[in-house]
C-alpha cells in the first residue's frame, strides 16, 4: 500500500532563494511508514513546490497526517485537513497585585492569534489550577472557578494560601504558548488600626467644634455693624432744639415746649 500525501506552496515575494527543508523522513512513527520523493527542495521566490509525503506502510486506516514548519526549532504553523493552524502567541495576563483578605478576584488571560482558538489553564506555583476549587480537596482552602474557554480565573473570596505565582497557558493543536509569571499578594485588613483612625478623626472633630464655640463665647466672631451700633453717639434730649446764629460762633440751645 502506497498513499500520498502533497502539500503544495507557493513562496513569499523576495530576490532571494528560500531552502525548503522536509522533516517528514523514510521512517516509522507508530504503525506508518512515511518517506518523501522530494527531501530537501530548493525553489525561487514567486516559484511553487509540492513537498511529498508518501504512506508506505500502514497498520491503520485513517492515518493523521500533518504538515509542520519548524523555525528556530519552533512550530510556526501546522497544516492539517487542508487548513492552516496557527499556534498560540504569548498571552496577555493581568493578575492583581494585592487583594484583601476575603474580597473577590479576577485574573485575566486572553490569545487572539492561535487558530483554532486556545484554551486556557491557569498555574500557581508551577502547580496546575482545577477549574473548580471544590472539585480538589488539594484547594479546599481557596474558592475559584476557572473557565478554560476565556481564561478566567475568578476568586468569590481570596484567602491567605491564594497568595502566589501566577501564570497562564494557552494551548491548541498547533502548540502552546506561557505569560510571565505575575504575583498576587493576599493581605489582611488591620482591623484595629482603622479604628483607630477613625477614633483620631472624631478626636479632631470635636475639638474644633469646641474651639469654634469658645470663640463664639469670647465675641472673635461678632461682626463690624455690631461693633458700630454699639458706639453710636447717644441722640439729643427730647424738645431741645439746637440753632446756631450769626452772631454766635458756636451753637446755643433753645428751648421748646410743645403745648
Known amino acids: 500500500m502506497a ?4 502539500l503544495p506552496l507557493r513562496l513569499c515575494p523576495g530576490p532571494s532563494l528560500l531552502v525548503l527543508l522536509l522533516f517528514v523522513r523514510s521512517y516509522l512513527i507508530g504503525a506508518v511508514n512515511l518517506k518523501s520523493s522530494n527531501q530537501n527542495p530548493v525553489v525561487r521566490e514567486f516559484e511553487s513546490v509540492e513537498l511529498s509525503c508518501i504512506i508506505t506502510d500502514s497498520q491503520t486506516n485513517d492515518p493523521r497526517i500533518e504538515w509542520k514548519k519548524i523555525k528556530d526549532d519552533q512550530t ?3 497544516f492539517f485537513d487542508n487548513k492552516i493552524q496557527v499556534k498560540p502567541v504569548i498571552p496577555v495576563c493581568r493578575v492583581p497585585k494585592a487583594v484583601p483578605v476575603g474580597k473577590s478576584a479576577t485574573l485575566h488571560c486572553q490569545e487572539n492569534e492561535g487558530y483554532p482558538r486556545p ?9 496546575p489550577l482545577p477549574t473548580d476549587s471544590k472539585a480538589n480537596p488539594r484547594f479546599r482552602n481557596s474558592s475559584f472557578v476557572l473557565n478554560s474557554e476565556t481564561g478566567t480565573l475568578v476568586f468569590n473570596a481570596v484567602h491567605k494560601e491564594d497568595t502566589g505565582q501566577y501564570y497562564c497557558i494557552a494551548t491548541n493543536e498547533a502548540g ?19 479604628i483607630g483612625g477613625v477614633l483620631v ?25 455690631q461693633n458700630g451700633e454699639s458706639y453710636k453717639n447717644p441722640g439729643k434730649p427730647d424738645g431741645v432744639n439746637y440753632i446756631r446764629t450769626d452772631d454766635e460762633g458756636d451753637f ?8
Open 176 to 194: 502552546f504558548a506561557k505569560c510571565e509569571e505575575q504575583e498576587m499578594e493576599v493581605y489582611d485588613l488591620n482591623i484595629g488600626g482603622i
Open 252 to 259: 446755643r440751645h433753645k428751648s421748646s415746649f410743645v403745648i
Open 3 to 6: 498513499l500520498s500525501r502533497r
Open 76 to 78: 510556526t504553523y501546522v
Open 201 to 225: 478623626v472624631l478626636a479632631v472633630l470635636v475639638l474644633i467644634t469646641l474651639g469654634i464655640c469658645c470663640a463664639y463665647r469670647r465675641g472673635y466672631f461678632i461682626n463690624n455693624k
Open 119 to 127: 484554551h486556557y489553564r491557569w498555574y500557581r506555583n508551577d502547580i
